[in-house]
């Protein structure tokens, strides 16, 4: 497929020649048309050439990219073919490229495959983010599951543990008499003490 641009300024027979392939693929079971080659024609001699990466469809289809371009900044679908030729003397940029090969009907492009990847850097943000967020959402799961119950009850008794079985000699330790007007009174000295369930 050749571009003629005629004479545009001081450039005089300027072409641009897309060299296209046809291949069959089992596994999609149809044809696909992919850019192999990029060639800058100037007063009929090839003054540059690009190979072409990642510029494909199936036959039935068109190929659309926003930038198609020889640039770095563009993602670089167009590199050149060799270091000793022209081509890095160069630049090349199609915005809003778009091609056919085959099965063009009424002059019309059919339904184009997009250059854009289904893993682009925004999706690629995307998906770490929701991941981010399903694992904090699973810690918080898992902390209030095994969280206890926050029912509080307070039980005060005195405890046998602390209490044992009293015996005869030990009962002028365990009480102090209280002596007050005649009457004589015994006070424990160990008082109750009282525990908290939570």
Same mark, same amino acid.
Request: charged share 15%; hydrophobic share 40%.
């Given at each position: 497929? =050749?571009?003629? &641009?005629?004479?545009?300024?001081?450039?005089?027979?300027?072409?641009?020649? &897309?060299?296209?392939?046809?291949? +069959?693929?089992?596994? =999609?079971?149809?044809? $696909?048309?992919? /850019?192999?080659?990029?060639? /800058?024609?100037?007063?009929?001699?090839?003054?540059?050439? *690009?190979?072409?990466?990642?510029?494909?469809?199936? @036959? #039935?289809?068109?190929?659309?990219? !926003?930038?198609?371009? #020889?640039?770095?900044?563009?993602?670089?679908?167009?590199?050149?073919?060799?270091?000793?030729? /022209?081509?890095?003397? $160069?630049?090349?940029?199609?915005?809003?490229?778009?091609?056919?090969?085959?099965?063009?009907?009424?002059?019309? *492009? @059919?339904?184009?495959?997009?250059?854009?990847?289904?893993?682009?850097?925004?999706? /690629?943000?995307? %998906?770490?983010?929701?991941?981010?967020?399903?694992?904090?959402?699973? +810690?918080? %799961?898992?902390? %209030?599951?095994?969280?206890? =119950?926050?029912?509080?009850?307070? !039980?005060?008794?005195?405890?046998? @543990?602390?209490?044992?079985?009293?015996?005869?000699?030990?009962?002028?330790?365990?009480?102090?008499? %209280?002596? =007050?007007?005649?009457? !004589?009174?015994?006070?424990?000295?160990?008082?109750?003490?009282?525990?908290?369930?939570?």
């Amino acid at each position: 497929l =050749s571009l003629k &641009f005629g004479d545009i300024g001081n450039l005089q027979g300027l072409a641009i020649r &897309f060299l296209l392939t046809t291949s +069959y693929y089992q596994l =999609s079971v149809q044809n $696909w048309f992919s /850019l192999h080659r990029l060639q /800058l024609l100037y007063n009929h001699s090839i003054q540059a050439t *690009f190979n072409a990466t990642r510029i494909y469809a199936p @036959a #039935s289809y068109s190929y659309h990219c !926003e930038h198609v371009s #020889s640039l770095q900044r563009y993602d670089a679908l167009l590199i050149p073919s060799s270091a000793n030729d /022209l081509s890095k003397l $160069w630049e090349v940029t199609f915005i809003d490229f778009k091609i056919q090969s085959f099965n063009i009907q009424e002059g019309h *492009f @059919a339904y184009a495959k997009d250059c854009a990847s289904f893993f682009s850097p925004a999706i /690629l943000m995307g %998906l770490v983010m929701s991941l981010i967020l399903l694992l904090v959402l699973a +810690y918080a %799961l898992h902390m %209030l599951i095994h969280l206890k =119950s926050l029912d509080r009850h307070y !039980e005060c008794k005195a405890s046998p @543990a602390y209490f044992g079985q009293m015996k005869d000699n030990d009962i002028g330790d365990e009480k102090e008499p %209280l002596r =007050s007007g005649g009457n !004589e009174s015994y006070e424990l000295r160990n008082q109750q003490f009282c525990k908290i369930y939570i």
